[in-house]
């Protein structure tokens, strides 16, 4: 093999025995696609592939791990829609409301963070409160919860996922996508 100059194409060839010859940018492409099958077979069997759900009536939009969490049919009101795992242990809701109580987002932040009847064992481990929306996060005995909650025009938008403690590395990063993707 010895290196040469292609007067056609100005690029460095590599010239083999038989005298043929290939451009570098061919030799490269060529490589590439004989290594290709095999490394997106490994880097898509790592990924997830995310479906998006849009809700018209509220006008808000998610995107959720199409093989993970399976949607359960819109609510008939159609507020939003539930999410859930083939295990039934985890739980992706989003759902959107009128303001019909006049609250600030800062009064609903609060009611988040408390322990009520329905959450006596809720333990907030993470919140954040910003001008049009907010995060809670914590567990309740074994199981995690995430909430994001925004008020736009008079709208709440929320979104809440739960999964087992148990399932925390698999959700987590999962959690993270959905959060990002939250939109409305």
């Given at each position: 093999m010895a290196l040469s100059f292609c007067v056609l194409c100005g690029e460095v060839l590599i010239a083999y025995k038989s005298k043929e010859h290939l451009c570098m940018k061919q030799l490269i492409l060529g490589i590439l696609l004989t290594l290709l099958p095999g490394i997106t077979g490994v880097l898509s069997a790592g990924q997830l592939q995310y479906k998006v759900y849009h809700n018209a009536r509220f006008d808000y939009s998610i995107s959720y791990p199409a093989k993970i969490l399976f949607p359960q049919g819109e609510a008939t009101n159609g507020d939003g829609q539930r999410f859930l795992s083939k295990d039934g242990k985890a739980e992706l809701i989003v759902y959107g409301s009128h303001n019909a109580l006049d609250q600030t987002l800062?009064?609903?932040?609060?009611?988040?963070?408390?322990?009520?009847?329905?959450?006596?064992?809720?333990?907030?481990?993470?919140?954040?409160?910003?001008?049009?929306?907010?995060?809670?996060?914590?567990?309740?005995?074994?199981?995690?919860?995430?909430?994001?909650?925004?008020?736009?025009?008079?709208?709440?938008?929320?979104?809440?996922?739960?999964?087992?403690?148990?399932?925390?590395?698999?959700?987590?990063?999962?959690?993270?996508v959905i959060a990002k993707s939250f939109r409305g």
């Open positions: 800062t009064d609903v932040f609060l009611d988040e963070q408390r322990r009520t009847e329905a959450h006596p064992h809720r333990t907030v481990t993470y919140k954040l409160l910003k001008t049009d929306w907010f995060v809670v996060s914590g567990f309740e005995d074994e199981t995690i919860f995430y909430q994001k909650t925004m008020l736009k025009r008079g709208i709440f938008k929320t979104f809440r996922i739960t999964y087992p403690k148990t399932q925390k590395s698999t959700f987590d990063p999962i959690t993270t």
